[in-house]
């Protein structure tokens, strides 16, 4: 009797213990994470503006920023040009990474080097690399365009246009971030092991089989997690596309987070902005929900 | 006996010293050079955005900070960041600056917000205002606006930015039998004429269209409220706004640049120095440039007036000006630095280092000197800058000053866009625009 009394109190101590060292993590998440996202979203329950500081307590009509957001065709727009760019530039960073990380997974000194090469974009400023695409992309500057018109294949400014200005900026997202996804697939597929892949060369297997049926299965759950990341990262693109097109021509750049952005700092309607970031937080949260959810049945599989 | 007197000495000087010391810090009163100076410990944050003025005003800094003892910080963001920046500054009452650019665009929500001071106080104490400084002299139009309700000056103008057309080729217009277009049909037939002479595209603006496009508009007949401030109901999809937009829309699109869109005012301002393109609508500020000594056009370029409609001639005029922030901690030393970056001896200088012309004083103006040197080719551009000036007096520039105008500004730069690149029709962008211009004002709380 006594020593279960004495157990139990052990436990409970241990839980004690256990809770006081999660105390000071718990309170910095909560300064720094669930502070300003509550903050976020009581403001968002207000017509906040600076030039009417009464507006900070308003809170008459707590759904009106969320009717108004789902109501303006600018937002859904914004939408649509978000998962545009989110698809292409997720797709194709995979796809270059891949592909990249296959070619360089083989032991030689030169590989390693060009390797460290190919990092370079990642490292750089974001604000380096929008200057860079800039200069890239402007036509009376732009080496890429000289050259063009030097072959005979003159290019027109590529973001001035609406059709062809998400697609220069895709381009210049996935130069700065296919070594991410190189990096990790590079790492898993170096942490494939050695038999089944020499079973199956054993067994006749080619290149692309062997890729196919060995090396994928063992990459899958790094590369739904790549994928997960650029895509929680793709919808924070913002560097470039306020240097290169500042959300234009005609709003035909404009991704969710510029556009609050641009309500919220260009006009100063905090309200609307920390709304239209509210919407932005659940996305984010349903869509990391659907990923981890496919990616633990893929390994589950 | 030597050694007590030369003590007794020492002593009474300290003695004197001391005795003097709180005289000394009294504002206006240290002297100027030798032991503390008038504004010493004093770090004045300083915020304005990059134009030609506080681009050369940059230089001359160290010699106030030599002459006060102040230690200044000096920034100048571009046009955009800095007003967004200084926007959110200003409301929060941050305290971040002292001195800071009173942007014309925000004229009204800044000063009728109560975010910066009035100035009447300092200027009315001749012990913190030179008497050589005259408030009077600055131009009637270029303070007007800087104005509370109450009539008190909230900003001193730095700047009179007005509107005018240069050509970079004017030689090339010549060539073709044409001179500098009054209106804009000798516009349309001057562009069509020299595009793609000398290998230069025709035309450019500047892709801040809230402000390029607007003389077009207005001399189309049109304007961007009904009747600012009283009656600020937007008639941007009115028969003459959809008009206005097509022609200047068809100007940028058939005669400008690949990229046209892309182009700031800095881009501009090169590409006519460096004569990559020939004509521009645009601040006199800019087009005077082309007459620098690293200009490649300066032997050709030439300036008139803005073009006008048949509803007439409404070139852009407006004012930045310096103000003080409410939370600034040090308003005193900021109104120092005010009254040092606005005094006539210093955009003199200004104009002798630098050429700089878009002064606000009008005995400046006045000098044969200044006369002189801003004839241009022959063209007396101080005699323009004084005519768009009586022109801008007219009023017809109130619609930037109301303080929900910003988010149209910009809402106006987009419908331009979609306009240029063909996303949309002019009438279609002008009607989305409309739509878009009541959403904002009714957001700004604005009853129409």
Known sequence: MTNSHRSGGWEAERRRSYRL??????????????????????????????????????????????????????????????VELSAVTVATQVAAGLGLALLLDRPSRFLEALRTGFL????????????????????????????????????????????????????ADTWEWFPFTMLMLLAALQMVPKEPQEAARIDGANALQLFWHVRLAYIRPTLVVAVLFRLIDSIKAFPLIYVLTDGGPGGATQVTN?????????????????AVAMLMVLGVFLLSLVVNRLGGEMLDE | MKHIARQRIRRRQVLATAAAAPLLMLPGKAPAQGGTK????????????????P????????????????????????????????????????????????????????IGAGW?????????????????????????????????????????????????????????????GLKLPDNFDEMATMLKAINHKGGIPAFVAEN?????????????????????????????????????????????????????????????????????VNYSTNNETFLVQMANPDSKVAKTCSLSLMPGGHAGRFPNVAGHGWGIPVGSRNKDAAWEFITWATSKQLFLRMFRDHGYSSVTRR?????????????????????????????????YTIYRTVPPYPPIDHEIDVAIQRIVSKESTAKESMAQLQRNALTQLKRAGVKL
């Open chain 2, 363 to 395: 005995s400046l103006i006045d000098m044969p000197e200044f006369r002189e040197k801003l004839r241009i080719n022959g063209i007396d551009v101080a005699q323009l800058y004084l005519d768009t000036l009586k022109l801008g007096s007219k009023g």
């Open chain 2, 208 to 276: 801040h269209y809230g402000w390029t496009f607007i003389p077009y508009l207005q001399g189309f007949g049109g304007d961007v409220f009904r009747h600012a401030p009283t009656d600020l109901t937007p008639v941007l999809d009115s028969p003459e706004a959809v008009a206005a937009a097509d022609f200047f829309c068809n100007m940028l699109r058939e005669y400008g640049p690949d990229g046209a869109l892309s182009y700031t005012y800095d881009q501009v301002v090169q590409t006519l120095k460096q004569g990559g």
């Open chain 1, 120 to 171: 370079v974009p990642m490292v750089l400023p974001p604000i380096v690399v929008a200057i860079i695409w800039k200069v890239l992309y402007t036509p009376d500057i732009s080496p890429l365009h000289h050259l063009l018109t030097w072959i005979g294949l003159p290019v027109r400014s590529l973001i001035t246009n609406p059709s062809t200005a998400i697609w220069a900026i895709a381009a």
């Open chain 1, 21 to 82: 060292g999660l105390l000071p993590a718990l309170l910095v998440l909560g300064l720094v994470t669930i502070g300003p996202a509550l903050y976020l979203l009581i403001t968002s329950l207000t017509p906040l503006t600076p030039t009417n500081p009464d507006t900070a307590l308003d809170f008459s009509d707590p759904l009106g920023n969320y009717r108004e957001i789902l109501a303006t065709d600018e937002f859904w727009r914004s939408v649509w040009v978000q």
């Open chain 2, 116 to 176: 910066v001071v009035p100035l009447t106080d300092y200027i009315d104490n001749p012990k913190l205002t030179p008497p050589d400084w005259d408030v009077n002299d600055f131009l009637g139009g270029s303070t007007a606006a800087f104005k509370d309700r109450n009539g008190r000056l909230c900003g001193i103008p730095w700047i009179a930015d007005v509107q005018m057309a240069g050509a970079s080729r004017y030689d090339l217009i010549q060539q073709a």
């Open chain 2, 55 to 110: 681009q050369y005003l940059a230089s001359y800094i160290p010699e106030f900070e030599a002459q006060t003892g102040a230690k200044v910080n000096y920034e100048t963001p571009s046009f955009p960041i800095y007003n967004q920046r200084m926007d959110i500054e200003l409301a929060t009452r941050s305290g971040a600056h002292d001195v800071v650019n009173v942007t014309f665009i925000f004229i009204g929500r800044w």
């Open chain 2, 38 to 53: 008038k504004l010493s410990g004093v770090t004045l944050n300083v915020s304005c955005w990059s134009s030609s003025y």
């Open chain 1, 258 to 274: 510029y556009y609050a952005f641009e309500q919220t700092f260009n006009f100063s309607y905090w309200g609307y902005g920390s």
